[in-house]
């Protein structure tokens, strides 16, 4: 199982990053990926999710600045996060998202490591 997160890192406010994620055959093949966050003291929360052909969409709070995208031939999902803010800061995951809300993650059984997104004012 693989789940590995990349691109993160310290960016000013109103800045941009771009994370890549490559996940194992077992866990891309679920079809619908998503990414997720979880910022500290705080629950980890759903904020994209893009399905086998490519349909997306964005929990509000970041609408509008993040656009998910995946590779179905690399099993790779990707998030770009444009106009940042501070309260993006967290520690990005992706996952399947399948059974996963909004509201709720779902309890998966492997996350993997995640990286790091720091926004400074």
């Known amino acids: 199982v693989q789940l590995q997160a990349s691109g993160g890192g310290l960016v000013q406010a109103g800045g941009s990053l771009r994370l890549s994620c490559a996940s194992s055959g077992r866990i891309f093949g679920s079809g619908l990926m998503g990414w997720y966050r979880q910022a500290p003291g705080k629950q980890r929360e759903l904020v994209a999710t893009?399905?086998?052909?490519?349909?997306?969409n964005y929990a509000d709070s970041v609408k509008g600045r993040f656009l998910i995208s995946r590779d179905n031939a690399k099993n790779t999902v990707y998030l770009q996060m444009n106009s940042l803010k501070p309260e993006d800061t967290a520690v990005y995951y992706c996952?399947?998202?399948?059974?996963?809300?909004?509201?709720?993650?779902?309890?998966?059984?492997?996350w993997g490591q995640g990286t790091q997104v720091t926004v400074s004012s």
């Open positions: 996952n399947t998202a399948v059974g996963s809300t909004w509201f709720k993650t779902s309890e998966y059984a492997y």
């Open positions: 893009v399905t086998v052909s490519g349909f997306t």
